[in-house]
């Protein structure tokens, strides 16, 4: 009870009331009544007494008498009853308490204004509650045509059911969402990835989930494709990937690595992807495998003969006519948007060395070249040829021309039979062996037989048969790749073509050499998605 | 050990080891599909904790336990919810008018808490340096008793010198008519009493006996005025950051009912 006591020095008479709302008006100056403002800051003050009427026997009226605390006052009650002395009223001043909630009401009245004012406004609503910017494939005019044309709403409707709603469609929706707002449980226990409702959104534009892998289990498109990051859209990240790639368990079930086995007979290109992928994958610098083709050590099952060293080191090998050293670039040209190498030709890269000349006394003529059957018959027209050849230089001795070419075939390679034989079947070179590819030659390096490049069948009706060259316009076929993007980097830092003397090469990287750069040690993109594309390619807007 | 720093010691202990925790749940299970309906329930409730405290204090006849246990339980919970809050955005800035909205309103609550606490624990301490314990509602009262009394000292009847009487009206009427220097106050310069006190001085050499004293006593009511400004600032300082904490947090939780609404109604489950 002690504790209770009021202290030594309080006065009661100029008890502060802190606690509430108002004070008096005269507390400014010391002099607050006793009585202070009520409730609502109204000054309570009336006058310096009540009085009251006293009615003495024989009376009928009575006499109003001063009640004032002290002593009753000189001039006594007024006739009506009233004190003569009426304290001064007051303003009563509010606290810092009603200061502090009146600022209390003012924000609670501002935030639901500012609130219903901007979502009662559609355009401003969207604005307002988007949690980012949509990106430019999911917004602007491309978008609204396409959204048109599949009878979707433009705004925020086109990907949820709340979005073009007002406040109470937008109440009822998330009363209705599953997992609901207060169920907990299934809100810990969602599996990752999992399609939601949303996912539906995207059906209707884009057709289908084109997986990578036909067994793969349904994903949310939202789980790797975030929306409202910026105009683009946030690039997949590795972690999407991981989400297999980096689950063992979901690893051994995957079945990919069994699969291109069994392209291994049918395509080169198929044998050239990495190898089976049932084990983790995090990083490429880290734990990608190795590219198949090293840890299989294929081989280029190509049958054209070429020697890289030869052609970039070779000291038998001309400047081309424009007095240029025969490089990569010659015969490496990159297609139009610069990914990917054109495919060699030999009219394009080879002829201008290699010109299929088959007489050296007489290089206005050479054999055609991509048909068996034209370069029989050209051989077995040669008169007609040399003839025709007399004809164009306007030689006056024309049958003499050609009896004097074909002696000189003749005794070199014996009968027509002879020379097709040799054309299609000899690696041997025509004419002088100095000639062939050599810097000594004035004239380009003379013909040495289709099997100098090419691999000869003899078919089972006795015609010779040339095995088409396979030479794949690309090699690692699920992986993107951009020559474009390389252009800094010398040909030969990736492709060790100096030291290639063989075709079967494989003049590919190792994984070790893409990793130089592609790397967080080396700076540069090292994602999954820099080289791996997730859908089919015929995963595409509707 | 005092009950404050068993209090302190062991709402630290606490504020750690649950941060720790905090952190380490978010580490492991961050991957959650609905990571983020969790933390944000878990904010939620923190929220609502360090709000009732504003209630528990409204309801002092409920047996509700102490207030002071109730702000340490505050206090603590502030920081760690603050902690929540970060989790919840996963560490990254927000995105959206309404999100950076919704944020700036935490930022403001929590970081206002965090000024008042801080204010709490160090401008106690400068005011019990400067006078005794005055009561902010009886400052005014004290100040205009004060300012009578100099009234009287230079302008009363009794009052014969024309130089104190003019050096009244002109220097120390203007410092008696409210209060005076209030950040200059918080930021502990005492440079303008100083000067009003080299005045007075300079005034005192040249004096009577008589108005010597009188300048004496007007120099120790302008010294105790002075006080009573400080104690004023200091002690507005103490209440007005609860000027934007307590607002504000209701704001907070008015944007956050909507932000519930809307994460429900455009997540993947409502669509």
């Given at each position: 009870?002690?504790?209770?006591?009021?202290?030594?020095?309080?006065?009661?008479?100029?008890?502060?009331?802190?606690?509430?709302?108002?004070?008096?008006?005269?507390?400014?100056?010391?002099?607050?009544?006793?009585?202070?403002?009520?409730?609502?800051?109204?000054?309570?003050?009336?006058?310096?007494?009540?009085?009251?009427?006293?009615?003495?026997?024989?009376?009928?009226?009575?006499?109003?008498?001063?009640?004032?605390?002290?002593?009753?006052?000189?001039?006594?009650?007024?006739?009506?009853?009233?004190?003569?002395?009426?304290?001064?009223?007051?303003?009563?001043?509010?606290?810092?308490?009603?200061?502090?909630?009146?600022?209390?009401?003012?924000?609670?009245?501002?935030s639901?204004?500012?609130?219903?004012?901007?979502?009662?406004?559609?355009?401003?609503?969207?604005?307002f509650i988007s949690p980012g910017i949509v990106?430019?494939?999911?917004?602007?005019?491309?978008?609204?045509?396409?959204?048109?044309?599949?009878?979707?709403?433009?705004?925020?409707?086109?990907?949820?059911?709340?979005?073009?709603?007002?406040?109470?469609?937008?109440?009822?929706?998330a009363?209705?969402?599953?997992?609901?707002i207060?169920?907990l449980?299934?809100l810990a226990?969602a599996?990752p990835?999992?399609?939601?409702?949303?996912?539906?959104?995207?059906?209707?534009?884009?057709?289908?989930?084109?997986?990578?892998?036909?067994?793969?289990?349904?994903?949310?498109?939202s789980f790797?494709?975030a929306e409202h990051q910026g105009?683009?859209?946030a690039?997949?990240t590795?972690a999407?990937?991981?989400?297999?790639?980096?689950?063992?368990?979901?690893?051994?079930?995957?079945?990919?690595?069994?699969?291109?086995?069994?392209?291994?007979?049918?395509?080169?290109?198929?044998?050239?992807?990495?190898?089976?992928?049932?084990?983790?994958?995090?990083?490429?610098?880290?734990?990608?495998?190795?590219?198949?083709?090293?840890?299989?050590?294929?081989?280029?099952?190509?049958?054209?003969?070429?020697?890289?060293?030869?052609?970039?080191?070779?000291?038998?090998?001309?400047?081309?006519?424009?007095?240029?050293?025969?490089?990569?670039?010659?015969?490496?040209?990159?297609?139009?948007?610069?990914?990917?190498?054109?495919?060699?030709?030999?009219?394009?890269?080879?002829?201008?060395?290699?010109?299929?000349?088959?007489?050296?006394?007489?290089?206005?003529?050479?054999?055609?070249?991509?048909?068996?059957?034209?370069?029989?018959?050209?051989?077995?027209?040669?008169?007609?040829?040399?003839?025709?050849?007399?004809?164009?230089?306007?030689?006056?001795?024309?049958?003499?021309?050609?009896?004097?070419?074909?002696?000189?075939?003749?005794?070199?390679?014996?009968?027509?039979?002879?020379?097709?034989?040799?054309?299609?079947?000899?690696?041997?070179?025509?004419?002088?062996?100095?000639?062939?590819?050599?810097?000594?030659?004035?004239?380009?390096?003379?013909?040495?037989?289709?099997?100098?490049?090419?691999?000869?069948?003899?078919?089972?009706?006795?015609?010779?048969?040339?095995?088409?060259?396979?030479?794949?316009?690309?090699?690692?076929?699920?992986?993107?790749?951009?020559?474009?993007?390389?252009?800094?980097?010398?040909?030969?830092?990736?492709?060790?073509?100096?030291?290639?003397?063989?075709?079967?090469?494989?003049?590919?990287?190792?994984?070790?050499?893409?990793?130089?750069?592609?790397?967080?040690?080396?700076?540069?993109?090292?994602?999954?998605?820099?080289?791996?594309?997730?859908?089919?390619?015929?995963?595409?807007?509707? | 050990?005092?009950?404050?720093?068993?209090?302190?010691?062991?709402?630290?202990?606490?504020l750690?080891?649950a941060s720790v925790a905090a952190l380490w749940l978010n580490g492991k299970f961050n991957a959650l599909p609905d990571y983020a309906f969790l933390t944000g329930w878990a904010l939620l409730a923190g929220m609502f904790v360090l709000t009732?405290?504003?209630?528990?204090?409204?309801?002092?006849?409920?047996?509700?336990?102490?207030?002071?246990?109730?702000?340490?339980?505050?206090?603590?919970l502030g920081f760690f919810t603050t902690l929540l809050f970060l989790i919840h955005l996963n560490f990254r800035l927000p995105h959206g008018w309404f999100e950076i909205a919704l944020a700036w309103l935490f930022v403001l609550v929590s970081g206002s808490g965090f000024?008042?606490?801080?204010?709490?624990?160090?401008?106690?301490?400068?005011?019990?340096?400067?006078?005794?314990?005055?009561?902010?509602?009886?400052?005014?009262?004290?100040?205009?008793?004060?300012?009578?009394?100099?009234?009287?000292?230079?302008?009363?009847?009794?009052?014969?010198?024309?130089?104190?009487?003019?050096?009244?009206?002109?220097?120390?009427?203007?410092?008696?008519?409210?209060?005076?220097?209030?950040?200059?106050?918080?930021?502990?310069?005492?440079?303008?009493?100083?000067?009003?006190?080299?005045?007075?001085?300079?005034?005192?050499?040249?004096?009577?006996?008589?108005?010597?004293?009188?300048?004496?006593?007007?120099?120790?009511?302008?010294?105790?005025?002075?006080?009573?400004?400080?104690?004023?600032?200091?002690?507005?300082?103490?209440?007005?950051?609860?000027?934007?904490?307590?607002?504000l947090t209701?704001g907070l939780l008015i944007f956050t009912a909507l932000h519930i609404v809307l994460v429900f109604g455009f997540s993947g489950?409502?669509?």
């Amino acid at each position: 009870m002690s504790e209770q006591l009021p202290s030594p020095d309080f006065d009661a008479h100029n008890y502060a009331r802190p606690n509430q709302n108002w004070i008096c008006g005269h507390a400014c100056e010391g002099n607050a009544c006793r009585q202070g403002p009520d409730a609502k800051g109204r000054c309570r003050a009336t006058a310096e007494c009540k009085p009251v009427q006293k009615t003495k026997p024989g009376e009928t009226k009575g006499r109003w008498h001063c009640t004032r605390p002290g002593g009753e006052c000189e001039s006594g009650p007024l006739p009506d009853g009233s004190c003569c002395r009426p304290i001064a009223k007051c303003s009563p001043v509010p606290t810092l308490r009603v200061w502090r909630g009146r600022a209390t009401l003012a924000v609670i009245a501002a935030s639901c204004a500012v609130l219903l004012l901007l979502l009662g406004n559609p355009p401003w609503r969207n604005n307002f509650i988007s949690p980012g910017i949509v990106s430019d494939s999911h917004s602007g005019a491309t978008f609204a045509a396409r959204a048109e044309t599949n009878h979707l709403n433009q705004n925020c409707g086109a990907c949820h059911v709340a979005g073009d709603s007002g406040p109470n469609p937008m109440i009822h929706a998330a009363l209705h969402a599953d997992p609901g707002i207060l169920d907990l449980k299934k809100l810990a226990n969602a599996k990752p990835a999992e399609p939601t409702a949303i996912d539906e959104s995207c059906l209707k534009c884009h057709a289908g989930r084109n997986f990578h892998q036909t067994d793969a289990p349904p994903i949310s498109c939202s789980f790797c494709h975030a929306e409202h990051q910026g105009r683009m859209m946030a690039a997949t990240t590795d972690a999407s990937c991981n989400f297999c790639h980096g689950d063992a368990a979901k690893m051994a079930h995957n079945s990919v690595g069994d699969e291109v086995t069994s392209l291994k007979s049918k395509q080169s290109q198929s044998l050239l992807t990495s190898a089976p992928t049932k084990s983790e994958i995090h990083h490429f610098a880290d734990d990608h495998p190795q590219f198949r083709f090293i840890t299989e050590k294929l081989r280029d099952p190509d049958t054209l003969k070429f020697n890289h060293t030869l052609h970039l080191t070779g000291p038998t090998i001309p400047n081309l006519p424009g007095g240029e050293k025969l490089d990569c670039m010659f015969c490496h040209q990159p297609d139009a948007a610069g990914a990917f190498m054109k495919p060699v030709a030999f009219e394009k890269n080879c002829r201008v060395c290699h010109s299929l000349q088959f007489d050296p006394e007489t290089p206005q003529l050479m054999l055609p070249h991509g048909n068996v059957d034209f370069v029989s018959a050209y051989l077995r027209s040669l008169p007609k040829q040399y003839l025709n050849l007399a004809a164009t230089e306007n030689l006056a001795d024309a049958n003499g021309f050609v009896e004097k070419k074909l002696a000189g075939l003749r005794s070199q390679f014996g009968t027509g039979e002879d020379l097709e034989r040799r054309v299609f079947f000899s690696t041997a070179t025509f004419g002088p062996e100095a000639q062939i590819g050599t810097l000594s030659g004035a004239t380009r390096s003379l013909f040495p037989g289709c099997a100098y490049c090419h691999e000869i069948k003899t078919a089972a009706s006795g015609l010779p048969q040339i095995t088409k060259p396979v030479m794949p316009e690309r090699w690692l076929v699920k992986a993107k790749f951009s020559h474009a993007k390389h252009l800094n980097i010398a040909c030969a830092q990736c492709h060790d073509a100096v030291h290639s003397k063989d075709t079967a090469d494989i003049l590919l990287p190792a994984k070790e050499t893409c990793a130089a750069c592609h790397s967080p040690h080396g700076g540069v993109a090292n994602t999954c998605a820099e080289c791996h594309t997730y859908h089919q390619p015929q995963f595409v807007a509707k | 050990m005092t009950r404050f720093r068993r209090q302190f010691t062991f709402g630290s202990l606490a504020l750690i080891a649950a941060s720790v925790a905090a952190l380490w749940l978010n580490g492991k299970f961050n991957a959650l599909p609905d990571y983020a309906f969790l933390t944000g329930w878990a904010l939620l409730a923190g929220m609502f904790v360090l709000t009732i405290y504003n209630v528990r204090k409204k309801l002092p006849f409920l047996p509700l336990g102490k207030s002071e246990t109730w702000l340490q339980i505050h206090i603590f919970l502030g920081f760690f919810t603050t902690l929540l809050f970060l989790i919840h955005l996963n560490f990254r800035l927000p995105h959206g008018w309404f999100e950076i909205a919704l944020a700036w309103l935490f930022v403001l609550v929590s970081g206002s808490g965090f000024v008042g606490l801080f204010f709490s624990r160090i401008l106690p301490r400068r005011l019990a340096t400067r006078g005794g314990e005055v009561i902010f509602e009886k400052i005014p009262a004290l100040r205009h008793v004060l300012k009578a009394e100099a009234e009287t000292l230079s302008l009363g009847t009794d009052a014969k010198s024309p130089v104190i009487a003019e050096f009244y009206t002109k220097r120390l009427a203007p410092f008696f008519s409210g209060p005076k220097n209030s950040w200059l106050h918080f930021v502990e310069s005492r440079r303008p009493v100083s000067a009003l006190l080299a005045e007075l001085e300079d005034l005192r050499r040249f004096a009577t006996d008589d108005e010597r004293q009188r300048i004496e006593r007007l120099a120790a009511i302008v010294r105790q005025k002075d006080g009573l400004d400080y104690h004023r600032a200091l002690q507005l300082a103490l209440k007005l950051w609860l000027f934007v904490h307590i607002p504000l947090t209701y704001g907070l939780l008015i944007f956050t009912a909507l932000h519930i609404v809307l994460v429900f109604g455009f997540s993947g489950g409502a669509r």
